[in-house]
């Protein structure tokens, strides 16, 4: 019998891939009778991946805690978005903090589940990136050094885009926004390097941290399931293209977010306990060139105005490339990207992360651990 490789094409759809796989390695997306956590009645702008991004992780997260979810949303775009009074586009129980506390909030609502006697019911927190690295960050690190029982998620469009694009401290180098002008000697955002919070994170050593993209929803999806797998703190930060504040097509979202994977800008990692435990490789590397081109918030780098801030970013991509060994990748290989695509066009990067090692972090408290089958703790 000749035997005939399948690629498996477009897993996260309805489309042919889903349906050759066993119904347990299907996408959430996939589902027929799936109710979206966010649905109609938000108005994100066209080719908004924060969107996407939160309602595949919430759906996910939902389906983890067999529909016991609840969500506190910093203030951002995504709860602003999502709740214009007096609609609202949640299919789940959701709480709008102050644009600085949805980490405190959420471990306040952890704390109500407690004393109600409810360990079953997860909690979620989530914001934009100013709402994390910037405003947010004193409530985030205290959760994180308590441990609390919470998923925080960062949605990183790399700027205040709610009030109008503003800069944030994860807004990279040279990017134009409307308080980094490209005008001068050295046009746009001049300082730092863009604030990365997985590896601030990391420095808690708490039990779960992970970046993940748009561009690869199976491993978005993956790694939403591997944190919610586990108690105490977790960490999320998720790279959402913004088409209105970075100045690019609508319908290149997705693709764009794979640039940033593919030049080396955005690494794909995870980390357990604080430790670096794989890294995604990139499959057909670019140049950062042909990520700036599609956004208009580089078009000063993209037109040569300072050639130092091409040879800047470029560096920090090979710093990342060098750091978390994106060329060849590490830790185990998993389902989900192996039966990704076997089509450059529908997915450019291969994971070949690990799933958690099932220790718990020294001086931990008893609850952090994966969490076993039967809803208790190992
Ligand atoms: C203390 C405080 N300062 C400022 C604001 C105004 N504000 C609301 S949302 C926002 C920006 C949100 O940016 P980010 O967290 O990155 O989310 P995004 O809108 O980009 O998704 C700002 C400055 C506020 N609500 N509260
Ligand atoms: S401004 Fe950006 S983040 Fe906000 S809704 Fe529009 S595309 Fe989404």
Redesign the pocket.
């Known amino acids: 019998m000749v035997k005939i490789n399948v690629p498996f094409l477009q897993t996260g759809s309805l489309v042919a891939g889903n349906r050759l796989l066993d119904e347990q390695d299907r996408a959430v997306a996939s589902w027929q009778n799936r109710e979206s956590s966010l649905t109609t009645g938000h108005r994100a702008c066209q080719g908004c991946a ?1 969107a996407l991004g939160a309602r595949w992780v919430l759906d996910t997260a939902y389906d983890c805690a067999d529909g016991k979810l609840m969500v506190a949303n ?5 709860e602003v978005f999502s709740t214009l009074y007096p609609e609202s586009g949640w299919k789940l129980p959701w709480i709008h903090s ?3 506390n949805a980490a405190s909030v959420a471990t306040g609502m952890v704390a109500a589940l407690a004393a109600k006697g409810d360990t079953e019911t997860r909690v979620v927190a989530q ?5 994390t690295v910037d ?1 947010g960050m004193a409530c985030i690190s205290g959760m994180f050094e308590r441990n609390d029982d919470v998923l925080f998620v960062c ?1 990183d ?1 790399q ?5 109008g694009v503003q800069r ?1 401290g994860a807004t990279p180098p040279t990017a134009r926004t409307a308080t980094t002008p490209p005008v001068g000697p050295h046009p746009g955002q001049a300082f730092g390097q863009g604030k990365f919070m997985p590896l601030i994170a990391m420095g808690h050593e708490i039990p779960y941290v992970a970046t993940a993209s748009v561009a690869d929803l199976r491993d978005l999806e993956r790694k939403v399931r591997t944190a919610m797998s586990y108690r105490g703190a977790r960490y999320l930060h998720v790279f959402v293209p913004c088409p209105l504040g970075w100045g690019s097509e609508s319908g290149q979202s997705i693709q764009i977010a794979r640039l940033a994977v593919r030049c080396g800008l955005f690494p794909l990692i995870e980390a357990v306990n604080g430790e670096l435990v794989g890294s995604t490789k990139i499959r057909d590397r670019v140049d950062v060139m042909d990520y700036l081109k599609p956004q208009r918030r580089f078009a000063h780098v993209v037109a040569g105005k300072d050639p130092e801030q091409l040879a800047g970013l470029r560096a920090i991509a090979e710093k990342n490339i060098r750091r978390y060994r994106l060329l060849e990748g590490f830790g185990p290989s998993t389902e989900s990207s192996n039966t990704e695509s076997s089509n450059a066009e529908s997915s450019n990067a291969e994971s070949s992360n690990t799933g958690p090692s099932v220790e718990p972090p020294a001086g931990r408290d008893e609850t952090t651990g994966p969490v076993t089958t039967e809803g208790g703790v190992a």
């Open positions: 924060e910093a203030t951002g775009c995504l102050l644009f600085a914001g934009g990136d100013g709402g405003i949605y469009n700027g205040y885009m709610n009030t944030s």
